[in-house]
């Protein structure tokens, strides 16, 4: 009996998963690749943990403030938190206040509108955003908790990261399904500069003001979908956008979220260059195997 082929190690399954690093398929790896098998769910597992945890950050508006810096108000009482550490389990990850040089009387206003924000929280209309490398949005943070004299806050890394990915990919795959209905309009587009009918500027406006227009509302529909799933899990409501929503407040949400995404867009990460890195390593090797083979010659 043929003996059966060995599988691949797990470092080696880490350094291939590794190579889908674009923004479409981080997200895909996490919700589709992660399921495949053992193999590829502790491998997704272990980039996610030692690559983009530690690229996550919670950012919270914690309302008005009366007074501020040399008395002058402030518009709001923001609140910024970055990955320290994990549990010794692996399950639980926790994130401490950023100090910025913030006032001292601040401190206190913080933690106490931290702890109302978490046991208060409005699923309709969140006042906190969630970045995870250069994707932005402001889902649900499973098994939140607040550590009032640590100024820490703790939760699931799994379940966060399935929650934001699950509505990232919806997103995605929105915007991808309206695309295609829009090929035609596209090519009329392109038939219109052929003929001369536009130039090449109007025709990029009207692609792209097409295009945005389209992506905007594909990420509202999943944004809506995922508040839904929320209401059904805690206490089987059947949320409705148009008769429970507020359409202002989902209007400044869904803007802001935009404008956060579009300067996570502009960060650069370090360990980005490990592609490189690996292909450098790999023509020294190929350099070595040459140099070996010509001195046997």
């Not at 589709?32 to 508006?61: M, N, Q, W, Y």
């Not at 219109?192 to 509302?217: N, P, V």
């Amino acid at each position: 009996m043929a003996e059966h082929q060995a599988a691949l190690p797990n470092e080696l399954w880490i350094r291939i998963l590794q190579s889908l690093d674009d923004d479409e398929s981080i997200a895909d790896l996490w919700t589709t690749g992660r399921h495949v098998c053992t193999a590829f769910k502790d491998a997704t597992e272990s980039i996610f943990r030692d690559r983009h945890l530690p690229k996550t950050r919670f950012e919270f508006d914690l309302g008005n403030l009366t007074e501020g810096r040399n008395g002058r108000p402030l518009p709001t009482l923001p609140a910024s938190f970055e990955f320290v550490e994990l549990s010794e389990d692996g399950y639980t990850a926790t994130f401490r206040l950023e100090d910025d040089g913030a006032l001292e009387e601040l401190i206190a206003p913080t933690k106490e509108r931290i702890q109302t924000y978490i046991e208060s929280m409005d699923i309709a209309d969140p006042k906190h955003s969630i970045q995870i490398r250069r994707d932005v949005l402001d889902g649900p943070i499973p098994s939140l908790s607040f550590d009032k004299n640590t100024c820490e806050m703790s939760c699931n890394w799994r379940d966060l990261f399935t929650a934001f990915y699950g509505e990232e990919s919806l997103a995605r795959r929105l915007t991808d399904k309206w695309l295609d209905t829009k090929m035609a309009y596209l090519e009329e587009l392109k038939k219109k500069m052929a003929r001369g009918e536009m130039g090449a500027e109007r025709i990029i406006s009207a692609a792209i003001l097409e295009i945005g227009s389209g992506e905007d509302i594909c990420r509202k529909n999943a944004r809506r979908a995922r508040i839904r799933h929320q209401f059904r899990e805690l206490d089987g409501s059947d949320w409705n956008p148009e008769r429970d929503g507020d359409s202002r407040k989902e209007g400044d949400a869904l803007r802001k979220l935009k404008i956060l995404k579009q300067l996570a867009s502009n960060e650069e990460f370090s360990d980005e260059e490990y592609s490189d890195e690996w292909e450098d390593d790999d023509g020294d090797d190929e350099t070595d195997e040459e140099g070996s083979t010509d001195g046997e010659l």
